[in-house]
């Protein structure tokens, strides 16, 4: 009896062994990946006027909307935080609301050379007042939805573009259909 639990406690410490040789390799693994997923997210920058190019173009489909593109001009990715702060004419005195139900279910990372979307409805029958603007004011977001640096102004397609209480932005998006489809 002696010898069976002898062999049955060596072989049950052998199990806690490997369980535990494992478990630490896992662990290591796990701290690996975990550093790389830090320094790739250390070495991602925010988007900013600075190192993102902006255009805004009129589309055929839907009627009254515009797409807003945004760039990656820089030599790092960058992080396209929630939607822009746009404000439509010079005197305008809030930003366009934000489209709610296009949250994306994830930031929007910007490789160099890559694009994100932002689609605009300028318009729409059930909006009122409104006007034809000339210039497009755009502010990118930081983290915390903030807006920040300075304003880039862009030239509306078309000498202007009508706007009326109705127009909203979309948050970015990773493809143009999706900026446009909401």
Not at 71 to 80: E, F, I
Not at 106 to 117: H, K, M, R, T, W
Not at 125 to 146: C, I, M, Q, R, S
Request: hydrophobic share 40%.
């Amino acid at each position: 009896m002696r010898i069976a639990t002898r062999f049955a406690s060596r072989t049950a410490a052998s199990s806690m062994v490997v369980a535990a040789a494992l478990a630490f390799v896992g662990f290591q693994a796990a701290g690996q990946s975990a550093s790389a997923a830090t320094t790739k997210a250390s070495s991602t920058v925010t988007c900013t006027t600075a190192n993102t190019k902006l255009t805004v173009t009129e589309v055929s489909r839907p009627i009254n909307h515009l797409l807003l593109k945004a760039t990656n001009t820089g030599t790092k990715p960058c992080y396209a935080y929630s939607a822009p702060y746009l404000r439509a004419g010079a005197d305008a005195q809030a930003p366009l609301p934000w489209a709610q139900e296009t949250t994306p279910q994830a930031v929007v990372v910007l490789e160099p050379g890559q694009s994100a979307y932002a689609g605009i409805t300028t318009s729409s029958p059930e909006g009122e007042g409104g006007g034809t603007e000339k210039t497009l004011g755009v502010f990118l977001a930081d983290k915390k939805g903030n807006a920040l640096d300075k304003e880039k102004t862009l030239k509306l397609p078309n000498g202007g573009v009508f706007f009326n209480s109705a127009a909203t932005v979309t948050y970015w998006q990773d493809n143009a259909a999706d900026a446009l489809v909401w």
